[in-house]
């Protein structure tokens, strides 16, 4: 069956554990605790935020895509790496650095 012909659904869960602390669970997966970034009340700069999360999806979805046409076309990866910089605001979510 053709990748673009398949429908794929995931499920993830979220706990609330008190104050402003979170768990996310998908299955068997280790649980992801999750908190406000820094810059916000009861923000932790040592937990993941959803903005961090979301940084972070973005970067490993450009990259499993990038190690995919790769494999598709016969090409060795040598090395891969990324930094992004996000910054929400009340209508969109702008990634303004990728390297």
Request: net charge negative; hydrophobic share 40%.
């Amino acid at each position: 069956m053709a990748l673009d012909a398949r429908i794929f659904t995931y499920e993830a869960e979220l706990e609330w554990r008190g104050g402003r602390h979170a768990e996310v669970t998908s299955g068997s997966r280790p649980a992801l605790a999750v908190m406000p970034p820094p810059d916000f009340p009861a923000g932790n700069e040592a937990s993941w935020s959803p903005e961090h999360l979301f940084l972070a999806s973005l970067q490993s979805c450009t990259m499993l895509s990038f190690v995919a046409h790769c494999a598709h076309n016969g090409l060795e990866m040598v090395s891969y790496r990324s930094a992004a910089t996000g910054s929400p605001s009340p209508r969109t979510i702008q990634v303004t650095e990728k390297t």
